[in-house]
């Protein structure tokens, strides 16, 4: 497949051979972005731990201080009692009966799912459809819950999940090309804090075994893992 001559100038500005400090990727990813449009600025934490074993298939939240860049649709699945504070809160979509027949007919436009406890034995079934996306509720992540309010508020204002990956990776995106470095710099501590935290105690060896940062469409930047703030 051929590059491009803008992907080619971008790869030139990397020094493959680097391992760039937080800070400096952070100044540079926004340099060597390819694209036109306000690109998402990612982070890949390569871990030391077994998806397999149970204890070591690390997931959790975090609220990044500055948000996304990314306003993300929330729907809530509740019964009617709830559907008010969940639309106060900022939810896009609020009902039930119906998006589960929208959600089996192959509907998905949603970032984040959130529903009360009362509701799940109906939405056990879309685990199939849901699953895979990462948008099954789930207490862990905070969108299981009786406080619909309080679970909206938390995902318009910057909180994201992550999940480990089969390879032992955990993707997430941490702002957008347009945020000043220092914004991407404090996003991604917070994020790289929070897997920190999840260390299991039962992982051996090196936790965070290598960081790449990369906007989208763009050539990735190894970070220094030693330029964590722990």
């Known amino acids: 497949m051929a590059i491009?001559?803008?992907r080619k100038a971008s790869e030139a500005k990397i020094d493959k051979n680097k391992a760039y400090s937080l800070k400096e990727a952070s100044a540079l990813v926004k340099e060597v972005n390819t694209t036109k449009f306000d690109s998402s600025v990612d982070i890949h934490l390569r871990l030391g731990v077994d998806p397999k074993k149970a204890d070591q298939a690390i997931r959790g939240t975090v609220t990044l201080p500055h948000g996304t860049g990314k306003t993300k649709r929330v729907l809530v699945l509740c019964t009617p009692d709830k559907?008010?504070?969940?639309?106060?809160?900022?939810?896009?979509?609020?009902?039930?009966?119906?998006?589960?027949?929208?959600i089996e007919g192959g509907w998905v436009d949603v970032d984040?799912?959130?529903?009360?406890?009362?509701?799940?034995?109906k939405i056990g079934k879309l685990g199939k459809i849901l699953g895979p996306r990462n948008l099954m509720p789930n207490p862990k992540t905070g969108t299981v819950t009786n406080d619909v309010a309080a679970a909206v508020n938390e995902v318009k204002g910057g909180?994201?999940?992550?999940?480990?990956?089969?390879?032992?990776?955990?993707?997430?995106?941490?702002?957008?090309?347009?945020?000043?470095?220092?914004?991407?710099?404090?996003?991604?501590?917070?994020f790289i804090n929070a897997i920190i935290k999840a260390k299991p105690s039962t992982a051996k060896g090196t936790y965070l075994k290598s960081a790449y940062m990369a906007s989208t469409m763009s050539p990735g930047i190894a970070i220094d893992t030693k330029s964590f703030v722990n």
């Open 4 to 6: 491009s001559k803008k």
């Open 83 to 102: 559907e008010e504070a969940a639309r106060a809160a900022g939810a896009d979509y609020v009902g039930l009966d119906e998006f589960v027949t929208k």
């Open 112 to 121: 984040v799912i959130v529903a009360t406890p009362a509701v799940m034995p």
């Open 159 to 190: 909180k994201i999940a992550f999940k480990v990956d089969k390879a032992g990776i955990i993707h997430a995106s941490v702002g957008r090309v347009s945020f000043a470095p220092e914004k991407i710099v404090e996003n991604s501590q917070e």
